[in-house]
């Protein structure tokens, strides 16, 4: 994942499913540590460092509730009915067959650059380009990284148990 440059601890749920239930990682500021979704796709969780002051996330539809897992502070989102498919996608890291409406709310609201101007160039950041496979991403990791990625393969791995919340709770 560092080739990607994801901040060390983090994870794709972070930019491709918090965006889904409305909320980035900038919703929580200083406060965000990492987040994690369950393995039946349906809730998304925000782990904390901290409390938070003034907690907007709270007028977000799809917040549930705050809680304590162990000595750890969690807040619990529920996915908008109309993501549970790109969810189910998602889980199983065939991360390109989500939908356009949930992909292009992940480019727009991730915290990502995409399509950013950079001089006179556009650029979208791998973890978005590997939403749609694009033929810059397989060529640079064909090239740079020597693989052999065939056309119908996904460009980013799949989830690591360590992204689930089923992983903290012991």
Known sequence: MSIFQIPEGQNLVTYYMLPLVGVNK????????????DKQGLKVYVELKSNMLSPLYKQNPNYITDLVL?????????LPS???????????????????????????TSTLPYNATMGSFSVSHPVLQ??????????FLNNTLGLELKL???????PHNSWFIESKIH
């Open 152 to 158: 119908d393969e996904e460009l980013m791995e799949s």
């Open 70 to 78: 162990g000595n750890k502070r969690f807040i619990q989102f529920v």
């Open 130 to 139: 590997a939403l749609d496979k694009t033929k810059t991403l397989r060529t």
């Open 26 to 37: 900038l919703s929580f500021g200083t406060h965000f540590k990492n987040s994690y979704i």
């Open 82 to 108: 109309r993501f549970i498919a790109d969810s189910y996608f998602f889980v199983r890291g065939s991360y390109s067959k989500m939908s356009k409406e949930a992909k292009k709310i992940i480019y727009l």
